[in-house]
């Protein structure tokens, strides 16, 4: 079992609807949670952080996780055709010498003009 | 803003050479990470520094090697290239290792 699970999707919503893109984990002593966006060919970019349980909302995007149910979850609000990339969740497990990203294989969505 | 700067973008080699990829961390960050992506894959890490010292070690292969110098760029060396290195290369940086970490733009590696 990968470290962490994304759907892979294509996950595809109408412009201006809400794309919903979850994310889980196994380790528990994950304490850093990321989403980034990564167009073709390009490199991730980083959209949101969240490090602790709740939301936490930037622009039209809104990050949430749950770390009972080792689960994190990104919201996009009046998702735009420019929004259509793979979505990357990553988990760093902090601690002794370990502060690398692990990331799901991505979730690709389309917003459909 | 300042981002990470990674050099050459391109690279095309032949088996068994050798490769120097280059990495320039935003100013004032002091921690690099280096990833590799194979086509429809994720990034998998590979190794890190911080303060011009390892910090971690991911799947990286015995043939490569890195480090990070005293103005905190860092190189990547590849030897005895083989077709499964072809990869997208990326590098990230962060202040200090709790921070978030910023990708460069990759350097594309075909090993023909």
């Known amino acids: 079992q990968k470290e962490v699970e994304q759907n892979s999707g294509p996950l595809s919503v109408p412009e201006g609807a809400i794309a919903s893109l979850n994310c889980t984990y196994s380790?528990?002593?994950?304490?850093?949670f990321f989403w980034y966006r990564q167009y073709s060919g390009k490199s991730p970019e980083l959209i949101m952080f969240?490090?602790?349980?709740g939301d936490k909302e930037d622009g039209r995007f809104t990050a949430q996780l749950n770390k009972a149910s080792q689960y994190v979850s990104l919201l996009i609000r009046d998702s735009q055709p420019s929004d259509s990339a793979t979505y990357l969740c990553?988990?760093?497990?902090?601690?002794?010498?370990?502060?690398?990203?692990?990331f799901g294989k991505g979730t690709l969505l389309t917003v459909n003009p | 803003a300042a981002g990470v700067i990674q050099s050459p973008r391109h690279l095309i080699k032949e088996k068994r050479e050798t490769a120097t990829l280059k990495c320039y961390p935003i100013?004032?960050?002091?921690?690099v990470y280096w990833y590799q992506q194979g086509p429809g894959q994720d990034p998998q890490f590979l190794i890190s520094?911080?303060?011009?010292?390892?910090?971690d070690k991911g799947s990286i292969p015995d043939r490569f090697s890195a480090q990070q110098f005293s103005d905190y760029h860092s190189e990547l060396n590849m030897s005895s290239l083989e077709l499964g290195d072809s990869a997208l290369y990326f590098c990230?940086?962060?202040?200090?290792?709790?921070?978030?970490?910023?990708f460069g733009p990759g350097t594309r590696l075909t090993v023909l």
């Open positions: 990230a940086s962060s202040l200090g290792l709790r921070n978030e970490q910023f």
């Open positions: 380790d528990r002593g994950s304490q850093s």
């Open positions: 969240i490090y602790s349980n």
């Open positions: 990553a988990v760093k497990v902090s601690g002794g010498s370990n502060y690398k990203l692990t």
């Open positions: 100013p004032r960050h002091d921690t």
């Open positions: 520094f911080y303060e011009k010292m390892q910090s």
